[in-house]
Structure formats: structure tokens, C-alpha cells
């Protein structure tokens, strides 16, 4: 059972910067990671991930060049490094983990979300 901890949400101005962490524990060798968001009245969407050795990186195109992904394998830790955040990137991000591969669209394992925030 893999379990996953975020933190790092908030508010923040437009143009403005944010990381988000996820702490992952339990039986976490060879899961890919990854990020998802889902804003009021939307469905979630997929945002980032990354591989499990933290050799792979894929985004979606909404967030590419604005957004990094990395992993502290020491710490199995992920992180989401955004800039030249958006209103619209206002969203309850949600950390997530996959035995599958990192572009897959099924996720087995999900932390409780996170709330960023981006005012204009």
C-alpha cells in the first residue's frame, strides 16, 4: 500500500510561484508518480509525472515550460515547481502514484489534494 502526503499549497499573485511536495511511503519501489488537478466544476486533469527513478518527465501542454517535476529519491519525495502561475491554474492539486507507465491515465494510489490558489 502506497501512501501519499502533499504539501505546499496556498495563494499566490499572478505570475507568481508555488511548490508543491509529496512525501510518498510504504512499498514505493519502481512507482511512477505524478500530479493532477481539478478546479471547481471541472473534471480532474493530469498535469505532470514522473518516473520512479526520476529519469522520465512528462507534462501536459497547459503547463509545460511553467511547470518542473522532479524526485528526491533519497527522501521519496516529488516536487512541483510552478511559475508564471495563472488564475486558471486555480485548482485542488492532487499527488498520485502508478504502477503502469507515467503516461498512463490510471493512477492506483491518491493523496488528499492540496489548494492552490492564483488571484489576478
Known amino acids: 500500500q502506497v501512501r501519499l502526503a502533499e504539501y505546499g499549497g496556498g495563494l499566490v499573485q499572478a505570475g507568481g510561484s508555488l511548490r508543491l511536495s509529496c512525501a510518498a511511503s510504504?512499498?514505493?519501489?519502481?512507482?511512477?508518480m505524478g500530479w493532477f488537478r481539478q478546479a471547481p466544476g471541472k473534471e480532474r486533469e493530469f498535469v505532470a509525472a514522473i518516473s520512479w527513478n526520476g529519469g522520465s518527465t512528462y507534462y501536459a501542454d497547459s503547463v509545460k515550460g511553467r511547470f518542473t517535476v522532479s524526485k528526491d529519491n533519497a527522501r521519496n519525495t516529488i516536487h512541483l515547481q510552478m511559475h508564471s502561475l495563472k488564475p486558471e491554474d486555480t485548482a485542488v492539486y492532487f499527488c498520485?502514484?502508478?504502477?503502469?507507465?507515467?503516461?498512463?491515465?490510471?493512477?492506483?494510489?491518491w493523496g488528499q489534494g492540496t489548494q492552490v490558489t492564483v488571484s489576478s
Open positions: 510504504g512499498g514505493t519501489y519502481g512507482v511512477n
Open positions: 498520485a502514484a502508478t504502477w503502469g507507465d507515467i503516461r498512463t491515465p490510471t493512477y492506483d494510489y
